[in-house]
């Protein structure tokens, strides 16, 4: 069973506007997932579903 190990919110200006890590990671871990969602999430549509399904 999947679960949520991390929760993140961008602003319209790029910026996380909340970030919640259900699971520890490290500070840098953390900074590096926290840029690849957000570049994950903007390439896609803006009709499309931001949720997204990665393994960490």
Do not use: G, W
Request: include cysteine; hydrophobic fraction near 30%; aromatic fraction near 10%.
């Amino acid at each position: 069973m999947a679960r949520i190990k991390v929760t993140v919110t961008f602003s319209n200006h790029r910026k996380p506007q909340l970030s919640k890590f259900h699971q520890l990671y490290s500070e840098d871990t953390q900074q590096q997932i926290i840029r690849e969602t957000f570049h994950l999430a903007s390439k896609r549509d803006e009709n499309v579903c931001k949720f997204l399904k990665e393994d960490y």
